[in-house]
């Protein structure tokens, strides 16, 4: 039985109809159903920001959502104001079988940094956890799907990668923001030329 699944950010807001929608977002839920049982160990990482978050365009004057602004002196997107702690929005999506996850880490409660990564802020200053978490189980070999493909999926592969994890990216398990077309493509081969192993979930469950 392989040992860890890491679902990133499947929540409401990035599903369609959500504030950030990430187009067939919903599509990868039932392979996320599908592979939890076949994993040992099942992580899944929320997005979890204050309403007061740096990174939300609304707190910008005159700012549009994906315009490119400043969040503590460093070049930021400006996103939509998404997945606020303990709103219907950040709550995982209500088809996603959460009985079959086994840890929650949570990420983006720190107001003046952005966090796509799974394993840390944008500008690595504070650790989820997670990487601490996974090396005390004896984890060394995890496989990621989840939302959105171009942002948090990719960054926190890269990160895994660079924290001596062994990557499989379930490719047909992620969909991408794509705010520039192409960008869910060159995602995937950054994370491929990073040292991912890219397979369908159906060459997981064999």
Not at 29 to 45: C, G
Request: proline share 5%; aromatic share 6%; net charge negative.
């Amino acid at each position: 039985m392989p040992d860890t699944l890491l679902l990133v950010d499947i929540q409401h807001d990035f599903l369609p109809g959500g504030a950030l929608a990430v187009p067939g977002g919903d599509e990868i839920i039932p392979i996320a159903n599908a592979l939890m049982p076949a994993f040992a160990h099942v992580v899944a990482s929320q997005d979890w920001h204050p309403a007061d978050h740096g990174s939300f365009a609304e707190h910008h004057a005159g700012a549009r959502a994906f315009d490119i602004g400043q969040l503590a002196g460093r070049e930021q997107i400006l996103w939509p104001t998404h997945c606020v702690q303990g709103t219907p929005g950040a709550a995982f999506a209500s088809d996603l079988d959460i009985a079959g996850i086994h840890d929650v880490v949570r990420k983006g409660d720190n107001p003046r940094l952005d966090s796509y990564s799974a394993f840390y802020d944008n500008h690595h200053e504070r650790a989820t956890g997670l990487g601490q978490r996974l090396a005390a189980r004896g984890t060394r070999h995890i496989h990621v799907m989840g939302l959105a493909a171009d942002v948090c999926v990719k960054y926190t592969v890269l990160d895994a990668l660079a924290e001596g994890f062994t990557v499989t990216l379930i490719v047909d398990g992620i969909r991408g923001v794509d705010m520039a077309p192409g960008d869910t493509e060159a995602a995937i081969e950054a994370m491929r030329a990073a040292g991912a192993v890219v397979v369908t979930h159906d060459m997981v469950l064999g």
